[in-house]
T-cell receptor, first 107, second 121 residues
């Protein structure tokens, strides 16, 4: 199975900060990489698909980049509603696997 | 508006069974692959199983193979997960999700709010 490793596991940030989350795959997955936002009590929400394509309705402050084994999710200016957990997920091959998550907390 | 509503979770003893359901609305259910994903308490997300549009293709994570069965009823716009021989490590919130396909790319476009299955140790 392909292992997905995110860093950091958690971070503290303030509104307006630029936030970067990394995701590394244990083997090359081209750009078969998706990002999700997850808030307690809700289902996850798709943010980015195919590494860099913004899902319809998602604010443009979210962006994704990378290919092969190294990927990045960037929030250009953190907003109050962005405090949540974020997960990367590979769709290169089954079983699809997720990173362990990154929790973005209030500083 | 796409809606996915899971139900059927609860407390079950080790070795017991549960059948989860996911009621879909707001889209043409029979046109989409569907997926179950779970989240154990305090842990991350784990893909469990998926099924193609007519139910002829099914895939599972190794840890549930032979114990869980994914199925669907397109006439009822419903997805199911039959969980047998349950273990404490199956305790999780279970989410259903629609798979979107864009060329060769696949992603989980819409998710339900989840249903909790608890298997005490």
């Amino acid at each position: 199975d392909i292992q997905m490793t995110q860093s950091p596991s958690s971070l503290s940030a303030s509104v307006g900060d630029r936030v970067t989350i990394s995701c590394r795959a244990s083997q090359s997955i081209s750009n078969y990489l998706n990002w999700y936002q997850h808030k307690p009590g809700r289902g996850p929400k798709l943010l980015i698909y195919a590494a860099s394509f913004l899902q319809s309705g998602v604010p443009s402050r979210f962006s994704g980049s990378g290919s092969g084994t190294d990927f990045t999710l960037t929030i250009s200016s953190l907003q109050p509603e962005d405090f949540a957990s974020y997960y990367c997920q590979q769709s290169y091959t089954t079983p699809w696997t997720f990173g362990q998550g990154t929790k973005v907390e209030v500083k | 508006e796409v809606q996915l509503v899971e139900s059927g979770g609860g407390l079950v003893q080790p070795g017991g069974s549960l059948r989860l359901s996911c009621a879909a609305s707001g889209f043409t259910f029979s046109s989409y692959w569907m997926t179950w994903v779970r989240q154990p308490p305090g842990k991350g997300l784990e893909w469990v199983a998926n099924i193609n549009q007519d139910g002829s293709e099914k895939y599972y994570v190794d840890s549930v193979k032979g114990r869980f069965t994914i199925s669907r009823d397109n006439a009822r716009n419903s997805l199911y997960l039959q969980m047998n021989s349950l273990r404490a490590e199956d305790t999780a919130v279970y989410y259903c999700a629609t798979e979107a396909i864009w060329g060769s790319y696949r992603y989980l476009a819409y998710w339900g709010q989840g249903t909790l299955a608890t298997v005490p140790s």
